[in-house]
């Protein structure tokens, strides 16, 4: 018989308290950071600008935000926004996590494989974990294999965009970090700081990736002790 609580769920505990520690050090390193003015006196909107500029991307638009940590890049809408805090604030965090929704422009341009592979398999991904814990719970009540199967095979979609997420980020703050080095917008006591930023921001996402695994490892578990 299927629980909603099982002592399988014991195996998400480290997940978890990685999630939580994650969010503790991204709240508290953007609010260290964010309290640091860059010595260029840039805020994070002009810093995207130059880096797009230089990039022969400087007609892309940069919204404003009033969402907390709304930082992010779409690539339908080839757009860019900035949260309140990011957008008009001339401090280290502010200048990193600008550079580093700006990599994930770069990235787009230069066609970067695995964000062209996630941005095309979101669809799917998006659509897989919406249907994957009715099918799963379903295929308990009504004692259907065959549904329990499924909505493990959709899970585990979107466990694979949740992974390949990974390169994309770290590989969108290696961007960031070069750019604003090579242009001399950091000084070499700053650079630590917005390593930090954008190091903290990638621990979140290396939290989810082991929750996905961790869950369909268990989702794994359960179907096979029934």
């Known amino acids: 018989m299927f629980y909603f609580y099982d002592p399988t ?3 998400l505990i480290p997940a978890l308290l990685l999630t939580i520690y994650a969010q503790y050090k991204v709240h508290s390193t953007a609010k260290k950071f964010s309290d640091v003015k860059n010595s260029s006196g840039l805020t994070g909107k002009e810093v995207a600008q130059k880096i797009l500029q230089q990039e022969g991307l400087g007609d892309m638009p940069i919204n ?3 969402k907390k940590l709304g ?3 779409d690539p339908k809408k080839r757009e860019l926004t900035l949260s309140e805090e990011v957008y008009g604030k001339a401090s280290i965090a502010a200048l990193g996590i600008a550079a580093h929704e700006v990599g994930h422009a770069i990235q787009h341009e230069k066609k970067y494989p695995f964000l062209v592979f996630r941005t095309a398999f979101y669809p799917l991904a998006s659509f897989s974990s919406y249907l994957a814990p009715f099918l799963f719970i379903a295929g308990f009540i009504f004692a259907l ?15 694979v965009f949740t992974v390949i997420t990974l390169p994309v980020e770290f590989n969108a703050s290696k961007r960031a970090v070069a750019k604003v080095t ?12 917005v390593k930090k930023v954008l190091n903290a921001a990638a621990l979140t996402y290396v939290a989810a990736a082991l929750v996905a695994l ?4 268990r989702l794994v578990l359960i179907a096979g002790r029934e």
């Open 9 to 11: 769920f014991l195996i």
């Open 64 to 66: 404003k935000s009033t």
């Open 71 to 73: 930082d992010h890049y």
């Open 145 to 159: 294999q065959s549904l329990i199967q499924i909505g493990i095979v959709l899970f585990a979609a979107s466990v």
């Open 182 to 193: 090579n242009m001399g917008i950091v000084t070499t006591e700053e650079i630590g700081g």
């Open 214 to 217: 961790l869950q369909l490892i």
